[in-house]
């Protein structure tokens, strides 16, 4: 086991260590120093210990896909894990109940436009502004595919109660049946000047301003960049705008299942591709028919108009992998953690063998061993008063920089298996919702790298629990079982429910929502690994009087 020092030189410190010891032990109550260490306090000793953990790699079933806060549309190549294909389907919304589109209408354009998530760099000279592409992963061409799905996207699940909401999961299936090509691919959704073509063929996301000019070709206004492209207007015309005043636009529901989606197929056209991260659910995201009608004053000149389609209704994912991650040992843990977003993986982490408070008076358990140690309890394991003071506790992932070619995700993100929840450290760091990258990072360390350098390869993850170790010391929490998964955003764990994995047994299962939104993917040292200097453990800070 190894052994650290560590000196406590912070008077805020000193001050929690006081009335901590006051409040939970006699013997914690005499201080004879500003600053506490192992040279000049008295009553005191500071140390550390390692606590051995298991941890071993959890294979994901198919992960529910419906609803998303973002998504996935793309291809990816992770130089570890293989090729990911991930394609969307998005039931779309009016934004006019029952409208009127006016006399002798023109069609002028379609126009559907997915803004990406992107960061102004800098302002040119000429008023351009440069960005930089924040959530799009690889650079090489794929091949974008767009129809009007034909399969309707229910609200509920006719298998179960009235009130149980359908689930989709990333195989294309709602658990019980599989969704079909052909529906999905009802009707191509063809390209302006392309005759009948509804494929772009080699699609990749571009960090250029868009800009655009008015009919005498001047410039008009800039948008950030996007997925912006022009539709054929013989369709949409027959689609919407003939259909004025006719039960199919009379409502939303009668809408929903006259237009049932647009369904958005990525797939690889070499060994590479791009995947986006996209938000389909804002507000600039939209098909917008552009026309031109009779004025409503007599004499006057045509009116333009617009007519915009909206992607606000249920949405969907499908996932698919060129690869397979395999389970690991329960019971001994892992030499490599593989952790992989989307249709991944995750750890599972169980502290002190797994064990908890039972009825055998005759031996401790792991964690009755160590409960004993910090604390005293009663006949039941209830927490009495304390022995020893924590004053921080981690795990430290340590990265494997020989298999792990490129740089890894960022954020990894610990969380309650049994209770689909994050821990009470997670809630008591401080969140940052403008830039999620640096949101909890005391709690949820971001990956430290060579020589702090953003495009450095990844050292080691520290991930603090200490207020997780103090509810199982003080406040007679359950020992339960931890997850570790990769994450996309960390702010999103903060009021959103974990999302569902199709089992196909009684067991229930759930996965974080900032894993599933996540391609990235790492490789971690484990507990069972030969490398003792990166070796998974759970090291403990502490306080302990020394009279």
């Given at each position: 086991?190894?052994?650290?020092?560590?000196?406590?030189?912070?008077?805020?410190?000193?001050?929690?260590?006081?009335?901590?010891?006051?409040?939970?032990?006699?013997?914690?109550?005499?201080?004879?120093?500003?600053?506490?260490?192992?040279?000049?306090?008295?009553?005191?000793?500071?140390?550390?210990?390692?606590?051995?953990?298991?941890?071993?790699?959890?294979?994901?079933?198919?992960?529910?896909?419906?609803?998303?806060?973002?998504?996935?549309?793309?291809?990816?190549?992770?130089?570890?894990?293989?090729?990911?294909?991930?394609?969307?389907?998005?039931?779309?919304?009016?934004?006019?109940?029952?409208?009127?589109?006016?006399?002798?209408?023109?069609?002028?354009?379609?126009?559907?436009?997915?803004?990406?998530?992107?960061?102004?760099?800098?302002?040119?000279?000429?008023?351009?502004?440069?960005?930089?592409?924040?959530?799009?992963?690889?650079?090489?061409?794929?091949?974008?595919?767009?129809?009007?799905?034909?399969?309707?996207?229910?609200?509920?699940?006719?298998?179960?109660?009235?009130?149980?909401?359908?689930?989709?999961?990333?195989?294309?299936?709602?658990?019980?049946?599989?969704?079909?090509?052909?529906?999905?691919?009802?009707?191509?959704?063809?390209?302006?000047?392309?005759?009948?073509?509804?494929?772009?063929?080699?699609?990749?996301?571009?960090?250029?301003?868009?800009?655009?000019?008015?009919?005498?070709?001047?410039?008009?206004?800039?948008?950030?960049?996007?997925?912006?492209?022009?539709?054929?207007?013989?369709?949409?015309?027959?689609?919407?705008?003939?259909?004025?005043?006719?039960?199919?636009?009379?409502?939303?529901?009668?809408?929903?299942?006259?237009?049932?989606?647009?369904?958005?197929?990525?797939?690889?056209?070499?060994?590479?591709?791009?995947?986006?991260?996209?938000?389909?659910?804002?507000?600039?995201?939209?098909?917008?028919?552009?026309?031109?009608?009779?004025?409503?004053?007599?004499?006057?000149?045509?009116?333009?108009?617009?007519?915009?389609?909206?992607?606000?209704?249920?949405?969907?994912?499908?996932?698919?992998?060129?690869?397979?991650?395999?389970?690991?040992?329960?019971?001994?843990?892992?030499?490599?953690?593989?952790?992989?977003?989307?249709?991944?993986?995750?750890?599972?982490?169980?502290?002190?063998?797994?064990?908890?408070?039972?009825?055998?008076?005759?031996?401790?358990?792991?964690?009755?061993?160590?409960?004993?140690?910090?604390?005293?309890?009663?006949?039941?394991?209830?927490?009495?008063?304390?022995?020893?003071?924590?004053?921080?506790?981690?795990?430290?992932?340590?990265?494997?920089?020989?298999?792990?070619?490129?740089?890894?995700?960022?954020?990894?993100?610990?969380?309650?298996?049994?209770?689909?929840?994050?821990?009470?450290?997670?809630?008591?760091?401080?969140?940052?919702?403008v830039f999620p990258t640096f949101s909890r990072i005391s709690h949820l360390g971001r990956l430290q790298r060579v020589d702090d350098d953003?495009?450095?390869?990844?050292?080691?993850?520290?991930?603090?629990?200490?207020?997780?170790?103090?509810?199982?010391?003080?406040?007679?929490?359950?020992?339960?079982?931890?997850?570790?998964?990769?994450?996309?955003?960390?702010?999103?764990?903060?009021?959103?429910?974990?999302?569902?994995?199709?089992?196909?047994?009684?067991?229930?299962?759930?996965?974080?929502?900032?894993?599933?939104?996540?391609?990235?993917?790492?490789?971690?040292?484990?507990?069972?690994?030969?490398?003792?200097?990166?070796?998974?453990?759970?090291?403990?800070?502490?306080?302990e009087p020394n009279n």
């Open positions: 086991m190894k052994k650290r020092k560590i000196a406590l030189k912070n008077l805020a410190v000193l001050s929690l260590i006081i009335s901590s010891f006051i409040a939970c032990d006699k013997d914690f109550a005499n201080i004879d120093s500003d600053i506490i260490n192992n040279d000049n306090a008295t009553h005191f000793d500071t140390d550390s210990r390692d606590f051995n953990v298991i941890a071993y790699t959890k294979a994901l079933s198919p992960v529910q896909t419906n609803n998303l806060p973002v998504n996935l549309l793309g291809v990816y190549k992770d130089d570890i894990y293989g090729m990911t294909t991930a394609s969307i389907v998005a039931e779309v919304a009016s934004s006019i109940i029952n409208p009127t589109f006016g006399e002798n209408v023109v069609m002028d354009s379609v126009v559907l436009s997915i803004p990406y998530f992107s960061t102004a760099t800098e302002v040119t000279e000429d008023g351009e502004t440069i960005y930089e592409l924040d959530s799009v992963f690889g650079g090489d061409p794929i091949k974008l595919s767009l129809f009007e799905s034909n399969y309707f996207l229910r609200d509920f699940d006719p298998s179960g109660d009235i009130n149980d909401s359908q689930n989709y999961y990333a195989n294309m299936s709602t658990g019980i049946d599989f969704i079909s090509a052909s529906q999905l691919e009802a009707v191509p959704l063809n390209l302006e000047g392309d005759g009948e073509n509804n494929v772009i063929e080699e699609f990749t996301p571009s960090n250029v301003q868009i800009r655009l000019l008015d009919e005498d070709g001047e410039l008009s206004s800039r948008l950030i960049p996007g997925l912006r492209v022009k539709l054929d207007t013989t369709y949409w015309r027959t689609k919407i705008i003939d259909k004025e005043g006719q039960p199919e636009l009379s409502n939303q529901n009668n809408f929903n299942d006259y237009f049932r989606g647009i369904y958005f197929k990525a797939e690889a056209i070499g060994m590479d591709g791009n995947l986006s991260v996209l938000n389909l659910a804002a507000s600039t995201t939209n098909i917008t028919i552009y026309y031109t009608r009779d004025s409503d004053v007599e004499g006057a000149d045509p009116f333009q108009s617009t007519y915009t389609i909206s992607f606000t209704g249920n949405r969907v994912n499908f996932i698919s992998n060129e690869f397979d991650i395999q389970n690991g040992n329960e019971t001994t843990g892992d030499e490599l953690l593989r952790l992989k977003g989307g249709q991944g993986s995750i750890a599972e982490i169980k502290l002190f063998n797994g064990d908890d408070i039972d009825d055998d008076d005759t031996t401790d358990n792991l964690f009755e061993t160590f409960k004993n140690e910090f604390v005293e309890t009663d006949e039941d394991g209830n927490f009495v008063s304390s022995k020893k003071l924590i004053n921080e506790a981690n795990l430290v992932f340590y990265v494997n920089q020989e298999l792990l070619e490129n740089n890894g995700p960022d954020r990894l993100y610990i969380y309650d298996i049994e209770n689909q929840t994050p821990l009470t450290d997670y809630f008591q760091d401080i969140a940052n919702t953003p495009s450095g390869n990844g050292i080691k993850y520290k991930i603090k629990i200490t207020e997780h170790i103090n509810n199982l010391l003080l406040r007679d929490s359950t020992n339960v079982k931890l997850g570790l998964a990769v994450s996309g955003n960390i702010n999103l764990e903060n009021n959103t429910l974990q999302y569902d994995i199709l089992t196909g047994t009684d067991q229930e299962e759930t996965v974080p929502v900032s894993s599933i939104i996540s391609p990235r993917g790492t490789i971690l040292y484990g507990n069972n690994t030969g490398d003792e200097e990166k070796k998974l453990y759970l090291e403990i800070f502490f306080t």
